[in-house]
Nanobody, 122 residues
């Protein structure tokens, strides 16, 4: 069973940057798609970015395209989300997820981490 743990969240001012990490402590993710989703209070969980097992295919939400970059290091069983030019609208709990297919739909992913808080102040 794949188990995931996110880290790297924190408090930053608008315009700042953060790098989120997601590490698999059990199982391997080499052949799995990985995605990042976020959820703000009172809102639905929304897609942020996804990468295929190889990392060659990537998807981004329009709201983060050009600002966020997803990458992965399968040798370390990890996936990353580099976030820059952050705004208060990026404030949310960010979740890492693993699934069989690279999609933008949360329900398509099978395993989820506990989330890490990102807070961006104005």
């Amino acid at each position: 069973q794949v188990q995931l743990a996110e880290s790297g969240g924190g408090f930053v001012q608008a315009g700042g940057a953060l790098r989120l990490s997601c590490a698999a402590s059990k199982g391997t993710i080499n052949s799995y798609a990985m995605g990042w989703f976020r959820q703000a209070p009172g809102k639905e969980r929304e897609f942020v970015a996804a990468a295929s097992g190889s990392g060659i295919t990537t998807f981004y939400a329009d709201s983060v395209k050009g600002r966020f970059t997803i990458s992965r290091d399968n040798a370390k069983n990890s996936v990353y989300l580099q976030m820059s030019s952050l705004t208060p609208e990026d404030t949310a709990v960010y979740y890492c997820a693993v699934g069989q297919i690279t999609t933008t739909t949360a329900g398509s992913y099978e395993y989820w981490g506990q989330g890490t808080q990102v807070t961006v102040s104005s």
